[in-house]
């Protein structure tokens, strides 16, 4: 195994290459990933404040970048070292300007205030039962109105509405049985 930097077996598979041409770009590719994956891994760590994932992306992307130019790569100059590095310098720089244009995230906050599938079960529990409620005489909407809706007893609501407390209670139960009805014809069980 030829040490990094040392672009021994590189150069030869290169040269072997060069005069094999059935020698594919995947074995150069192979040795130059062998020789200076952990050199420019280091060197991308740097770059990228020590975030190790974001590193191995970038040095992933810079082999891919070289695999497909392996007819272009000249090793005749010594190490390609400072090509990787250039390359995976500009990985990072791309990256950076990339994520320095979208908009910030916001986190799940705004997440937090849309309506989930049971709150708008009741949303349309609530307008169907508006719509039944429409359908029922005034007396009747009166009168639940407050007794259900404003949650007073059967005593309060004859006192704001100025009847006796039995024709409360007398419209509070036909009303329930008329807005029972009216619930069951929009498809919805009391």
């Known amino acids: 195994m030829a040490a990094a930097g040392t672009n021994g077996g590189f150069r030869n598979l290169v040269r072997f290459s060069r005069t094999a041409p059935e020698t594919d770009d995947e074995r150069i590719v192979t040795e130059l990933y062998r020789e200076y994956r952990r050199p420019l891994t280091s060197f991308v760590m740097r770059l990228t404040a020590g975030d190790r994932q974001w590193a191995e992306d970038v040095v992933q992307e810079t082999f891919i970048r070289a695999w497909k130019g392996a007819d272009r790569l000249d090793c005749s100059t010594g190490s390609l070292m400072p090509w990787l590095a250039t390359v995976a310098r500009r990985i990072v720089i791309d990256h950076r300007r990339a994520r320095d244009i979208r908009p910030p995230e916001v986190g799940d906050g705004a997440l937090a ?5 049971d709150q708008m079960d009741g949303l349309l529990r609530k307008v169907v039962v508006s719509e039944a409620l429409k359908t029922l005489s005034a007396p009747h909407r009166e009168v639940l109105t407050e007794t259900v809706l404003r949650d007073r007893s059967v005593n309060q609501a004859a006192e704001v509405l100025g009847i006796p407390v039995g024709t409360v209670k007398s419209r509070v139960y036909y ?13 919805m069980t009391a």
């Not at 009303?175 to 498809?187: D, I, K, S």
């Open 113 to 117: 205030h849309l309506p989930t599938e």
């Open 175 to 187: 009303a329930l049985r008329a807005l029972r009805v009216a619930l069951e014809e929009r498809g």
